[in-house]
């Protein structure tokens, strides 16, 4: 048998398809829940990332304080990256409590993160400082909404 054209074609539709058709997604295994992920991965990596940066301004003046090392800074860009990623995980099937708002937070906290690796890599105090506040919008949007309810046994009534 010659192949003609048309069977050419097909067959090379028929391989393009196939080498196209996407793979199931990988499988993953939760081992935290929503809160333990909060309290040990992304809670102590947002006070590493805001206690990095700060003033304290008392009776006797002003105090500032910021990284003063290479391992210092690398601290904060590691917390950052922890915050960032923590949106990823966050959106796993097991976790997410919905498709609209919690995805949009998870985001939300991606973005933020994402900031606040970009102010730690410049080493950029005033940066760190604001990307930080980001942070914590991002954090306390998302639990004025779902956690807010679940620390406060009387808002349930």
């Known amino acids: 048998m010659i192949p003609t054209p048309s069977l050419i074609t097909g067959l090379a539709v028929s391989l393009t398809a196939c080498g196209t058709a996407s793979a199931p ?16 991965v992304l809670e102590p990596a947002a006070e590493v ?8 301004i ?3 003046g002003e105090v500032q304080f910021a990284p ?3 391992e210092q ?4 860009r590691n917390s950052a990256f922890v915050i960032a990623e923590s949106g990823n995980l966050l959106m796993m ?12 937070m998870s985001f939300a906290l991606i973005e933020a993160g994402e900031r606040a690796l970009r ?15 980001d942070v914590y919008e991002a954090c ?12 406060r046994p009387s808002a349930r009534r």
């Open 119 to 133: 102010a730690a890599e410049a080493k950029n105090k005033d940066t760190v400082f604001t990307a930080g506040g």
């Open 140 to 151: 306390t949007s998302c639990h004025a909404k779902y956690a807010v309810p679940l620390m």
């Open 58 to 60: 008392d009776h006797k």
């Open 73 to 76: 800074w690398e601290a904060v």
């Open 68 to 70: 003063a090392t290479n």
């Open 93 to 104: 099937d097991s976790r997410a409590r919905d498709r609209g708002d919690w995805i949009a």
């Open 25 to 40: 997604p990988p499988p993953f295994k939760p081992v935290a829940d929503v809160k333990q992920l909060m309290s040990s």
């Open 49 to 56: 990332y805001w206690d990095a940066v700060g003033w304290i």
